[in-house]
Nanobody
């Protein structure tokens, strides 16, 4: 069983930065793509960023491109989401997920393990 634990969320002001971390259990972390998704109140969960198993290929939602950076450290079984220039519309619960494929993927149907989420609140 894979367990994903997110951390690093919090309350910040517009323009600030946060770095989310997601620690994964298990010895197969480096075999799979990882992703970040978010869900704002009253809205459906949406894709934020994904990274392939080697950390070379990444994709981003248009809404975060140029502001967010996804990275991974396979030696530490951890994936990160660096979030800069935060906006109030970035307020959401952020979820880390592990895909069942090795290539970066934006399809949430490709992800079979999910963390419990971490709250990010950006005040104006």
């Amino acid at each position: 069983q894979v367990r994903l634990v997110e951390s690093g969320g919090g309350l910040v002001q517009a323009g600030d930065s946060l770095r989310l971390s997601c620690a994964a259990s298990g010895r197969t972390f480096s075999n799979y793509a990882m992703g970040w998704f978010r869900q704002a109140p009253g809205k459906e969960r949406e894709f934020v960023a994904t990274i392939g198993r080697l950390g070379i290929t990444t994709y981003y939602a248009d809404s975060v491109k140029g502001r967010f950076t996804i990275s991974r450290d396979n030696a530490k079984n951890t994936v990160y989401l660096q979030m800069n220039s935060l906006k109030p519309e970035d307020t959401a619960v952020y979820y880390c997920a592990r895909a069942e494929v090795l290539k970066a993927t934006i399809q949430d149907a490709d992800y079979n393990y999910w963390g419990q989420g971490t709250q990010v609140t950006v005040s104006s």
